[in-house]
């Protein structure tokens, strides 16, 4: 699974001007190489220890399935901003595989800084699974210390965060240290053998391809009494952009990965699209669209078609169409039909296991995996059907890249309060579409 890509290869940003961006944080690869065998089995113990960043439910699954890898994985430190979450975590992994974890006291950490008090905890391997406005800083801290990762999806719900996970993952390869990213299809057994004959020409050129992600609001956390605003919205984070990046960074971009695959990671040259918030108007839906389609086009003439929603009682589908000069892919049922008729026959396998055996294989065998490369430019595709379907404009490549809006605070504390905040009528006011929102992103 090492990436031998270029990180952008017809991107505006040459290496060096991306370098020079983010010179601060990328110079951490100038401390030099780490041989993963320094990194793991401290003091002879025969055990990888592992940290969890986010303990939610996503968090939770991936310690799982990193303990799933081996009887030698042991997670041995927790990390959330709120205790309520971490205690819950805490209990339901120590029942499901008491003999792997050992969460002393002294290795729980709660609040905006959990995440430093365990990278400097004496964990191998840190899993990073918070909020997605904390993803960019949190990869940048963990890969500075020395720390092979899994990191969840997106990689950045803006451009100056993308910039900090991409400058992360060059200090990463530099370092020789393992980063695995969530976009967790590309670990799927047939979508990868399903691919791969899509790669080799079973279906011809590739035409266009048809993204679809469309289902009902994801999970909603009902305010509490007594919740400050700040509070509130951090509980409630997958439905607030400023925590989340919405459904572009949170559901659409797994699809957008499987269609970068197939177009060999290349970014598109320019882009447009189009959405808005119809019914999911009550404020526990925060300040998202719940509906947006968008368009990218490629300089080879490939068009792709994304499509995602969030809206009750409405068709529910998940699926990727590759359409070729002799032949269509459903990549999801592992089929392709036309010139050659195909379909993978193998029993399905849960990827979220195989991507976790694959990460600490390579720990063990010394052999680091790198998906810093696509991680980067799918979470980059998420960001962009963002900025275009907000905007309501046509984007080049090059736009998307300069954009310097950021939704980083100055600092963080339950004392802070949040960039978006209920109107008279308790709801959050969302993008209007135009130019104003453009300038936005732009300034």
């Not at 399903?194 to 035409?207: L, Q, S």
């Not at 004392?415 to 308790?426: H, I, N, R």
């Amino acid at each position: 699974m090492q990436s031998k890509l270029p990180l952008w290869p017809e991107q505006p940003l040459t290496r060096k001007q991306f370098l020079k961006t983010t010179s601060s944080l990328a110079g951490a690869a100038a401390l030099g190489a780490l041989s993963l065998e320094r990194s793991v089995h401290a003091a002879g113990s025969g055990q990888i220890r592992v940290g969890l960043i986010g303990c939610g439910g996503r968090g939770t699954e991936a310690a799982l399935n990193a303990m799933k890898a081996g009887p030698d994985v042991r997670l041995v430190a927790l990390a959330d901003l709120f205790k309520e979450r971490l205690d819950a975590s805490r209990q339901r992994l120590q029942a499901a595989r008491p003999e792997q974890v050992d969460f002393a006291d002294t290795r729980c950490f709660t609040g905006f800084d959990a995440y430093r008090g365990l990278l400097g905890c004496g964990v191998d391997v840190v899993l990073i699974a918070p909020a997605s406005h904390f993803i960019p800083e949190i990869l940048r801290a963990a890969v500075d210390a020395g720390k092979h990762v899994f990191c969840e999806k997106p990689h950045g719900i803006d451009i100056p965060g993308l910039k900090v996970s991409m400058a992360a993952s060059e200090a990463a390869r530099s370092k020789k240290l393992s980063l695995v990213s969530g976009l967790c299809w590309r670990y799927d057994p047939g979508v990868r053998e399903t691919m791969k004959r899509v790669r080799d020409g079973a279906i011809g050129e590739i035409v266009a391809i048809q993204e679809t992600y469309v289902g009902q609001p994801y999970i909603v956390r009902e305010r509490r009494a007594g919740q400050s605003e700040i509070e509130y919205q951090m509980w409630n984070w997958y439905h607030f952009n400023w925590l989340s990046g919405d459904q572009t960074a949170q559901q659409l971009v797994h699809s957008l990965d499987k269609a970068s695959w197939a177009l060999g990671d290349k970014p598109p040259r320019r882009l447009w699209g189009m959405g808005g918030r119809q019914t999911a108007l009550d404020p526990r839906f925060g300040d998202q669209f719940d509906h947006q389609a968008v368009v990218f086009e490629y300089e080879n003439g490939v068009r792709v078609f994304g499509f995602t929603r969030d809206q009750s009682e409405c068709y529910n589908n998940t699926s990727d169409f590759i359409l070729g000069t002799r032949g269509r892919c459903d990549l999801l049922n592992y089929r392709i039909e036309g010139a050659v008729n195909w379909r993978y026959e193998q029993p399905r396998q849960n990827m979220y296991e195989v991507e976790h055996a694959e990460l600490f294989a390579s720990i063990r065998a010394g052999r680091p995996i790198d998906n810093g490369a696509y991680m980067c430019l799918s979470s980059a595709l998420g960001i962009a059907a963002q900025m275009a379907c907000y905007s309501g404009q046509i984007l080049t490549w090059e736009d998307v890249m300069n954009s310097k809006r950021s939704f980083a605070l100055p600092r963080y504390g339950w004392d802070v309060e949040p960039p978006v905040k209920p109107g008279p009528d308790g709801r959050y006011p969302t993008a209007m579409q135009g130019r104003a929102e453009h300038d936005k992103w732009m300034a």
